[in-house]
């Protein structure tokens, strides 16, 4: 089975239209039905459903997505795999991780594994869904919160991280010595926007506690929600670590703890269990790993 046409595959599937598909590919619209008709030939079954203009992917298509994956991707590790004995430190990693995250901790870790590993290209997405992008083989390496069992995954404990709020230092919570979620009910707060983890995370702690946080402003950037914080126009409450390693840049935010029940976060890294993993890909887990212990 030529894996072209699997790629071909793919993008009917992605799309559910032959036409877009086929601009994807940079082919003609009657190639690209020529070869799926082929591969359905081969295989004895149909992938598409064709009704008028609509296209449904069948059971037999559903089951050559599931696979089909898989295919691709030991062709890209077996790429991979010869590639670092050729060279020994080019290729490619993609690497998912939480937007705070990417933020405000490890840009140094990026330049530092770069500075080391010049001629690997490191394509970082930023994403609240890390583990999802490690299934579809979007990523090679995903960082995120801790998920359910997956035989599929490799997953490699990264710790847990309670959360603060985040206040300006003049603010009259700056000088509470002690201050509970409860207590932020009817406080100005600046949040991500529900369906993002971290603030899903709060909206669940709170909810189990029999009251729900309301917002002054929200915004899908951690590094304006300090801003925010810094402007005066409300507090946050996020992982403790977020300016852990860069406090010196907001002298004019307080992290304080939380009394009574707190949100935490378990972090994770997950990679498929059964791919192949270049030196570089190990060592930058490795040092993902190291990275997160400190805090």
Known sequence: MDTRNIQYFMAVYEHLHFTRAAEELGI?????????????????????????????????????KHYGTRMLQAESDIRTAANELRSGSSGEIRLAVLPSDLDFRLVPLFVRFKTKYPDTRLQV??????????????????????????????????????????????SE??????????????????????????????????????????????????????????AGIGATIQPAGLIARNAAEYPDIAALPLSGTEPVRHMELTYYADRFLTGAQRELIRWLTDYFAEF
């Open 173 to 230: 919570l700056a000088a509470r010595t002690r201050i509970s979620l409860e207590d932020l009910k009817d406080y100005p707060l600046v949040m991500y926007p529900k369906g993002y983890t971290g603030r899903d995370l709060v909206d669940d702690t709170c909810r189990k506690l029999g009251f729900e946080l309301s917002t002054a402003m929200e915004t899908a950037s951690a590094a304006s929600l300090l801003q925010l914080v810094s």
């Open 28 to 64: 003609s619209q009657p190639t690209l039905s020529q070869q799926i008709r082929a591969l359905e030939g081969e295989l004895g079954v149909p992938l598409f459903d064709r009704i008028g203009k609509k296209v449904v992917a069948t059971e037999a298509g559903k089951m050559l």
């Open 125 to 170: 997405i930023s994403t609240i869904f890390a583990h999802d992008e490690v299934l579809g083989h979007k990523v090679d390496l995903g960082i995120g919160l801790r998920g359910s069992a997956d035989e599929r995954l490799v997953r490699i404990p990264l710790g847990s991280e309670p959360y603060r709020l985040f206040v300006r230092s003049d």
